[in-house]
Nanobody, 121 residues
Framework: QVQLVESGGGLVQPGGSLRLSCVAS????????MGWYRQAPGKQRELVAA???????NYADSVKGRFTISRDNAKNTVYLQMNSLKPEDTAVYYC???????????????WGQGTQVTVSS
């Protein structure tokens, strides 16, 4: 069994910063991908940024130059540093891992519980 635990969301003023963390634990044999998605009210979930096969994907256009994704493979942890936050960044942020729990198994998607980020004055 695999668990993902997110932390770091909250309320911040426009122009402020937040750092999200997500750690995966449990029966992990291999990790193929780790990343961040977000879902704003009334909108579809969108990819913010991720590492897949060891390579970082492109950032969503709306966050380029402001957000930075990083990881600590030894700790099975992915981070999202968010700077110069805007009201339109308000959303629930979800971490996602693609994990193989058994050797010769398949990679399955696992999601964090979601953390609310609200940017407002």
């Amino acid at each position: 069994q695999v668990q993902l635990v997110e932390s770091g969301g909250g309320l911040v003023q426009p122009g402020g910063s937040l750092r999200l963390s997500c750690v995966a634990s449990g029966s992990i044999f291999s990790i193929y991908a780790m990343g961040w998605y977000r879902q704003a009210p009334g909108k579809q979930r969108e990819l913010v940024a991720a590492f897949k096969g060891g390579v970082r994907t492109n950032y969503a256009d709306s966050v380029k130059g402001r957000f930075t994704i990083s990881r600590d493979n030894a700790k099975n942890t992915v981070y999202l540093q968010m700077n110069s936050l805007k009201p339109e960044d308000t959303a629930v942020y979800y971490c996602n891992f693609q994990i193989m729990v058994l050797e010769y198994g398949e990679y399955d998607d696992y999601w964090g519980q979601g953390t609310q980020v609200t940017v407002s004055s």
